[in-house]
Structures are given as C-alpha cells and as structure tokens.
C-alpha cells in the first residue's frame, strides 16, 4: 500500500540527495576548494548528518537547532535555502517520484 512512497523516499531520494551534494560540491569549488576536497567534504557532513539521526533517533529539527547559532552562519543560510524554496521543492519532487 505504501510501496509507492517508500520507492520515492528511498530510491528516487538517493538521486535527489546526490543532486545536494553536486551542489555543495560547486559551492566549494566556487570558494576555492578543489572539486576532489569538495566532494570528500560534502560526502563526510552527509555521513555525520546521518550518523546523528540514526545514533539519537531523533528529529531533524532537533539537530539542526543543535548546530544553529543566533546570528551565525547557519541561519543564515537555512534562511537563503527556504527563500529559495528548498524544503518545497523536496517535498514536490518527492510526491512527482509516486
């Protein structure tokens, strides 16, 4: 009965996770970074990202609070990716992918 969302959040989201770390990857590579560092990099804050998760068994939420300063960085580029629409934009391409 629920094959259909698990395909697009297990299968269909490996590709869309991917498609994050290209991202990042340019991103480093824009600041300077080489793409070899770049991608190393993005590949090990993924692998902490679920480290956390799966060692706390907890909401993301949770963690993301955990990481995010008042005034520092990290909102503030939490704040450029919601203006950019990033969450509705998962959302969107993970319920086209059913």
Do not use: W
Not at 9 to 29: H, N, R
Not at 53 to 60: F, M, Y
Not at 81 to 90: D, K, N, R, W
């Amino acid at each position: 009965e629920q094959i259909e969302a698990a395909t697009a959040l297990s299968s269909c989201g490996i590709a869309y996770v991917l498609k994050y770390v290209q991202a990042a990857m340019q991103a480093g590579i824009e600041m300077g970074l080489s793409p070899a560092n770049s991608m190393r990099m993005t590949a090990q804050t993924l692998h902490g990202a679920a480290d956390l998760l799966l060692a706390n068994n907890t909401h993301p939420v949770l963690e993301i609070e955990k990481v995010t300063t008042p005034g520092g960085i990290t909102i503030k580029g939490l704040n450029e990716l919601e203006h950019a629409g990033f969450t509705s934009a998962v959302i969107r391409a993970l319920k086209a992918s059913r």
